[in-house]
C-alpha cells in the first residue's frame, strides 16, 4: 500500500508499506528518509546501506539512487521530500541575520541549500516525535496543509540542528592539518559507522569494516574514537543494543531468538551487556514497557 500526498507548496509526503519492493535510478528532491518498521535498504553509488527504526537518512537533490524491500513482514517506511524553493528559503532564513530577513523579508535564492553528507543520522528526541506526529496525521489521512508544512518545517530545524552536532561539530574534532583532510577522513569514518549500522546482525570484522572504509585499521580505530568518542566495537554493540530495545518494545520475539537476531553471542552476554547500558535487564524492561 502506497499513500502520496502533494501539499501546495509542492513539498510531498511518500509513505508505503509492504513486503516487497524494488526502485532502480530514482532521482528527485532532497529527502528524509525513515523506516517505522522492518528495514529498506539504499544504493548511494557504490554504497550500500539499511534503515532501521532509530535512524534517518538524508538524500540530496540530484543523487541518483535505488532502494529495495524485500521482507516475511510488512515495511513501513516514510519519506519527505522538500521542493527547492521551500528547502531553499528555510535554508536563507536559518543562516541570514534578522536585519536581512527584515529588509528582504520575501527573498527566496534560486540557489543556497548546502550538500549534506548522506549518511544514517540518529533518530531520536525532537526529531523522533516530530516524524511520529507526522505519521499520524498521514494515517489519519489529514488534509491540513498548513499543519502538515508546520511539521515538515520542524523536521528540518531539527534536521539541521543534528547536522550540526553529528557532522559540523565532530569533523571539527578530527585532528587534521587542512579542512580537505579532515572532510575527507570523516567521509570514510561515516562510511564505517554505516556499515556497522547496516550490517550490525552479521559477524562484522574489523577487516571488513576498514576495507568499506579505505583506511588502515590502526588509522581507523584512532579516528573513530576521536570522533564517536568510542572505540568501534562499543559502538556496534551500542547499535545491536539499541536494535534488541526496540524488538523488546515492539514484538513479541522471546530474548534468546532477540539475541541470535542481533550478532551477540549469548543471553548471558546480552543480559550483562544491556543492563550495562540501561541500568535494567531485558526482563525487567520489557515488563515495564508492558504495565
Known amino acids: 500500500m502506497k499513500k502520496i500526498q502533494i501539499l501546495t507548496n509542492q513539498n510531498k509526503i511518500y509513505s508505503e508499506v509492504t513486503t516487497s519492493a524494488s526502485y532502480a535510478n530514482e532521482c528527485g528532491e532532497f529527502s528524509i528518509r525513515m523506516v517505522v518498521d522492518g528495514h529498506e535498504q539504499y544504493k548511494l553509488g557504490n554504497k550500500r546501506l539499511k534503515i532501521f527504526p532509530g535512524n534517518f537518512l538524508v538524500i540530496n537533490e540530484g543523487t541518483v539512487f535505488g532502494r529495495e524491500i524485500y521482507s516475511d513482514i510488512p515495511v513501513n517506511t516514510i519519506s519527505i521530500l522538500y521542493g527547492s524553493q521551500f528547502l531553499n528559503s528555510f535554508h536563507h532564513s536559518a543562516t541570514s541575520s534578522d536585519a536581512v530577513l527584515l529588509d528582504e523579508p520575501f527573498y527566496t535564492p534560486s540557489s543556497l541549500a ?6 544514517l543520522y540518529p533518530l531520536k528526541g525532537d526529531m523522533r ?3 511520529q506526529h507526522l505519521q499520524n496525521l498521514i494515517n489519519d489521512e489529514s488534509q ?7 511539521y515538515l518545517l520542524h523536521s528540518l530545524i531539527n534536521f539541521y540542528r543534528i547536522y550540526n552536532k553529528e557532522i559540523l561539530t565532530k569533523c571539527y574534532e578530527l585532528k ?4 580537505k583532510t579532515r572532510a575527507e577522513l570523516f567521509r570514510r569514518l561515516n562510511i564505517a559507522k554505516d556499515y556497522m549500522i547496516s550490517n550490525y546482525n552479521q559477524a562484522v570484522s574489523l577487516s571488513d569494516i576498514c576495507g568499506n572504509a579505505c583506511l588502515s585499521q590502526t588509522h581507523f580505530c584512532r579516528t573513530f574514537k576521536q570522533t564517536f568518542h568510542c572505540s568501534p566495537y562499543q559502538y556496534l554493540i551500542q547499535v545491536r543494543l539499541s536494535r534488541a530495545k526496540h524488538m523488546l518494545k515492539n514484538t513479541r520475539y522471546e530474548v534468546n531468538e532477540i539475541v541470535s537476531m542481533i550478532g551477540i553471542d549469548n543471553v548471558s552476554s546480552f543480559i550483562r551487556f544491556f543492563k550495562g547500558r540501561y541500568g535494567i535487564t531485558p526482563g525487567a524492561y520489557r515488563a515495564g514497557v508492558a504495565a
Open 144 to 150: 491540513e496543509d498548513m499543519l502538515i508544512n508546520q
Open 114 to 119: 548546502p550538500v549534506f553528507l548522506e549518511t
Open 129 to 131: 516525535f516530530n516524524l
Open 176 to 179: 587534521a592539518l587542512s579542512y
